[in-house]
């Protein structure tokens, strides 16, 4: 069992700084605007996340954990603060450099995979790749690489319809990998899966964040998923708590 | 060779979709190449008419005839360089099923008026030296399987009897378009008969044919022969081949213009089919396009694969149509007969089919592919297929 690091919860980033954390959201506000009401959902985030750190957001279902990830994930806009990864304030990209941004930065890891039904395990794993300029054969060395590492090294020019829940799910993960991004989001990755398969996916989560150094941003409603990361999160009613 | 695959994938991801979409599009597109065909072969004598060419008719009416000895007289008009004469003739050949034009000329006068008509000199000289000869394009003989030597016996409805013509040529036309359902026979064979039986009803022509010298003086001397017969019993009419052309066209108008407005709504509901089709599949694909977005893809792309995949299906379809449109087309010529005689599928066809099929999938994927390009990822991701 991996060890619980309960971090700073709701601290601030005193500003800029050499440490400065990977994630870090200043004042993060975001509301909808439903029949002429505003709506909040996040209130004034303030949330660091450190270089090679595995955080669980946690939280009830409309708490804003998935709009969180979705933020600093950079495919959702927030309505005030700052969402600085790595540097870069997010919030302030265009539409075409927060996609750029993306593709270079960030794997995502979806409750129910979102591989592209009619491309292969290994055309699935080489999509990110289409947007770099590496060659085919360097694309190539690179997926094989990757789906040995989610061990479905047999499993490459299998449709996501010919493989089980978990396997699709290591296919997914092996995606999110494929561009060696800055960080990888996971947005209840073992939702779909059974106890024990929802297990091997947390082992290889961890796997990443502790072999390959991978800072993993996971939102999950599940304790015992939780519990495998570094730390927990808590968020309620859109307010980071203790 | 990663975008044509997805395309290709996607495009066949439903299969029977796919096939009865391209179904929709190959019907529609052979109905529209067919309907414009007709539309063309109502024109097709009026285009194939030659500008040096006018035809004199009875100014009251084209059933009324002219006095023979016009053709002296418009053979002096300046401008005018030959002179032929033509009656309908109207027999029919076994059956009425059995329909095509025969006309009664003056040969050599006619043959040399109308160059596109090609007989081998032999031909030709077998037909002049033959008063009950008479010469019969080369898809009328191929119809009926005739062949030079044999007897064609009509049955006179304008001028009652049995009459039997010696075919003693066939001719070819000079050019595609060149109308060779006809047959044409000695103006004198008939005249001689008619000044028999009824001697009131002799020499006339039905119209004047005259060649000139210059297709700018067209409406000049058109004037001067009218001018000439001013006053007389039989006044005439005279107007270039087209326009004479482009008053049988003219009858049937209203009919040519729904046919062509049928051939354009053809278009217009598969558009609206093809387009329900794309924003169907685009609605299912909503979570993918997401997906793709959320990993870097643009809007932009997005709309492409679309776009590709309706115009790939809307081609796919437009080439099985344009490939069906010729047998198609010949098994309609061959059941009409000789009624639409320059039933032929011209290139412009081809070209307007082709680009209906691609104008087809661009205004299908028009609306699905803005919409995708401009899905919000979170709202895409939640989206069931």
Same mark, same amino acid.
Do not use: C
């Given at each position: 069992m991996s060890a619980l690091r309960d971090g700073p919860v709701g601290e601030a980033p005193s500003g800029e700084s050499p440490n400065e954390p990977l994630v870090a959201t200043v004042g993060l506000t975001k509301h909808y605007v439903r029949g002429g009401q505003m709506i909040p959902v996040l209130v004034d985030i303030n949330l660091r996340v450190p270089e090679g750190d595995y955080v669980a957001l946690m939280g009830p279902s409309g708490s804003g954990k998935s709009t969180l990830l979705n933020l600093i994930a950079g495919i959702d806009k927030p309505s005030a603060g700052q969402i600085r990864v790595a540097g870069v304030d997010i919030a302030r990209l265009s539409e075409g450099d927060l996609a750029a941004w993306r593709a270079a930065n960030v794997g995502f890891i979806f409750q129910f995979y979102? /591989?592209? $039904?009619?491309?292969?395990a290994f055309q699935n794993i080489e999509l990110p790749l289409? /947007?770099?300029? /590496?060659?085919r054969s360097e694309r190539r060395e690179r997926v094989a690489t990757a789906l040995e590492l989610v061990g479905l090294a047999d499993r490459a020019t299998h449709r996501p319809n010919e493989l089980s829940g978990g396997q699709q799910q290591r296919v997914a993960i092996a995606r999110a990998l494929i561009t060696d991004p800055t960080l990888v989001v996971a947005d209840e $990755?073992?939702?779909?899966?059974d106890r024990t398969t929802g297990g091997e996916i947390l082992g290889l989560l961890e796997r990443l964040n502790r072999e390959l150094g991978k800072t993993i941003v996971m939102v999950t409603h599940d304790p015992k998923a939780a519990e495998r990361a570094r730390r927990m999160v808590h968020l309620e009613k859109g307010v980071l708590v203790d | 060779m990663f975008i044509p695959l997805l395309v290709l994938r996607n495009a066949f991801r439903h299969k029977l979709r796919t096939a009865l979409t391209i179904v929709g599009i190959v019907v529609a597109i052979v109905a529209f190449g067919l309907l414009r065909t007709i539309v063309d072969a109502w024109y097709a004598g009026a285009n194939s008419s030659s500008s040096v060419r006018l035809v004199t008719r009875s100014a009251v009416s084209l059933v009324f005839s002219m006095p023979l000895t016009y053709g002296q007289k418009i053979r002096q008009?300046?401008?005018? %360089?030959g002179v032929a004469w033509a009656n309908w003739f109207g027999g029919i050949y076994i059956s009425e099923r059995n329909f095509f034009p025969q006309f009664a000329v003056s040969a050599p006068g006619y043959l040399d008026i109308y160059p596109e008509f090609v007989l081998t000199p032999e031909e030709r000289k077998a037909f002049l030296a033959d008063r009950s000869g008479a010469i019969a394009g080369r898809k009328l003989a191929d119809k009926f399987g005739w062949k030079i030597g044999d007897q064609i016996p009509l049955r006179g409805t304008i001028y009652p009897g049995t009459w039997t013509f010696n075919l003693r040529g066939i001719f070819d036309g000079?050019?595609?378009? %060149?109308? %060779?359902s006809g047959m044409y026979f000695h103006f004198e064979y008939l005249n001689e008969a008619i000044r028999r039986q009824y001697p009131r009803r002799a020499d006339q022509a039905g119209v004047f044919i005259e060649q000139l010298r210059d297709p700018d003086a067209a409406a000049a001397v058109s004037q001067a022969i009218d001018t000439t017969f001013r006053n007389s019993l039989s006044e005439t009419l005279t107007e270039t081949e087209k326009a004479f052309q482009l008053g049988f066209v003219a009858m049937s108008e209203a009919i040519l213009a729904a046919i062509q407005a049928v051939s354009f709504v053809v278009i217009v509901i598969i558009m609206a089919v093809m387009a329900n089709t794309m924003a169907m599949t685009a609605r299912e694909r909503y979570a993918e396009y997401a997906t793709f977005k959320a990993l870097g893809f643009g809007g932009g792309f997005v709309a492409a694969l679309i776009f590709a995949e309706s115009l790939g299906i809307a081609l796919l379809g437009g080439l099985i149509g344009v490939a069906l449109t010729f047998p198609l087309a010949n098994a309609f010529a061959s059941s009409v007969g000789a009624i639409l005689t320059g039933f032929r599928v011209t290139e412009e066809t081809l070209a307007l089919q082709i680009g209906a099929a691609l104008m087809v999938g661009v205004v299908a994927a028009a609306l699905p592919a803005w919409r995708a390009s401009r899905i919000r990822i979170v709202e895409g991701l939640r989206a069931i297929g």
């Amino acid at each position: 069992m991996s060890a619980l690091r309960d971090g700073p919860v709701g601290e601030a980033p005193s500003g800029e700084s050499p440490n400065e954390p990977l994630v870090a959201t200043v004042g993060l506000t975001k509301h909808y605007v439903r029949g002429g009401q505003m709506i909040p959902v996040l209130v004034d985030i303030n949330l660091r996340v450190p270089e090679g750190d595995y955080v669980a957001l946690m939280g009830p279902s409309g708490s804003g954990k998935s709009t969180l990830l979705n933020l600093i994930a950079g495919i959702d806009k927030p309505s005030a603060g700052q969402i600085r990864v790595a540097g870069v304030d997010i919030a302030r990209l265009s539409e075409g450099d927060l996609a750029a941004w993306r593709a270079a930065n960030v794997g995502f890891i979806f409750q129910f995979y979102n /591989l592209i $039904p009619v491309l292969t395990a290994f055309q699935n794993i080489e999509l990110p790749l289409q /947007l770099t300029s /590496l060659s085919r054969s360097e694309r190539r060395e690179r997926v094989a690489t990757a789906l040995e590492l989610v061990g479905l090294a047999d499993r490459a020019t299998h449709r996501p319809n010919e493989l089980s829940g978990g396997q699709q799910q290591r296919v997914a993960i092996a995606r999110a990998l494929i561009t060696d991004p800055t960080l990888v989001v996971a947005d209840e $990755p073992t939702g779909d899966l059974d106890r024990t398969t929802g297990g091997e996916i947390l082992g290889l989560l961890e796997r990443l964040n502790r072999e390959l150094g991978k800072t993993i941003v996971m939102v999950t409603h599940d304790p015992k998923a939780a519990e495998r990361a570094r730390r927990m999160v808590h968020l309620e009613k859109g307010v980071l708590v203790d | 060779m990663f975008i044509p695959l997805l395309v290709l994938r996607n495009a066949f991801r439903h299969k029977l979709r796919t096939a009865l979409t391209i179904v929709g599009i190959v019907v529609a597109i052979v109905a529209f190449g067919l309907l414009r065909t007709i539309v063309d072969a109502w024109y097709a004598g009026a285009n194939s008419s030659s500008s040096v060419r006018l035809v004199t008719r009875s100014a009251v009416s084209l059933v009324f005839s002219m006095p023979l000895t016009y053709g002296q007289k418009i053979r002096q008009v300046e401008g005018v %360089t030959g002179v032929a004469w033509a009656n309908w003739f109207g027999g029919i050949y076994i059956s009425e099923r059995n329909f095509f034009p025969q006309f009664a000329v003056s040969a050599p006068g006619y043959l040399d008026i109308y160059p596109e008509f090609v007989l081998t000199p032999e031909e030709r000289k077998a037909f002049l030296a033959d008063r009950s000869g008479a010469i019969a394009g080369r898809k009328l003989a191929d119809k009926f399987g005739w062949k030079i030597g044999d007897q064609i016996p009509l049955r006179g409805t304008i001028y009652p009897g049995t009459w039997t013509f010696n075919l003693r040529g066939i001719f070819d036309g000079a050019e595609p378009s %060149t109308d %060779t359902s006809g047959m044409y026979f000695h103006f004198e064979y008939l005249n001689e008969a008619i000044r028999r039986q009824y001697p009131r009803r002799a020499d006339q022509a039905g119209v004047f044919i005259e060649q000139l010298r210059d297709p700018d003086a067209a409406a000049a001397v058109s004037q001067a022969i009218d001018t000439t017969f001013r006053n007389s019993l039989s006044e005439t009419l005279t107007e270039t081949e087209k326009a004479f052309q482009l008053g049988f066209v003219a009858m049937s108008e209203a009919i040519l213009a729904a046919i062509q407005a049928v051939s354009f709504v053809v278009i217009v509901i598969i558009m609206a089919v093809m387009a329900n089709t794309m924003a169907m599949t685009a609605r299912e694909r909503y979570a993918e396009y997401a997906t793709f977005k959320a990993l870097g893809f643009g809007g932009g792309f997005v709309a492409a694969l679309i776009f590709a995949e309706s115009l790939g299906i809307a081609l796919l379809g437009g080439l099985i149509g344009v490939a069906l449109t010729f047998p198609l087309a010949n098994a309609f010529a061959s059941s009409v007969g000789a009624i639409l005689t320059g039933f032929r599928v011209t290139e412009e066809t081809l070209a307007l089919q082709i680009g209906a099929a691609l104008m087809v999938g661009v205004v299908a994927a028009a609306l699905p592919a803005w919409r995708a390009s401009r899905i919000r990822i979170v709202e895409g991701l939640r989206a069931i297929g």
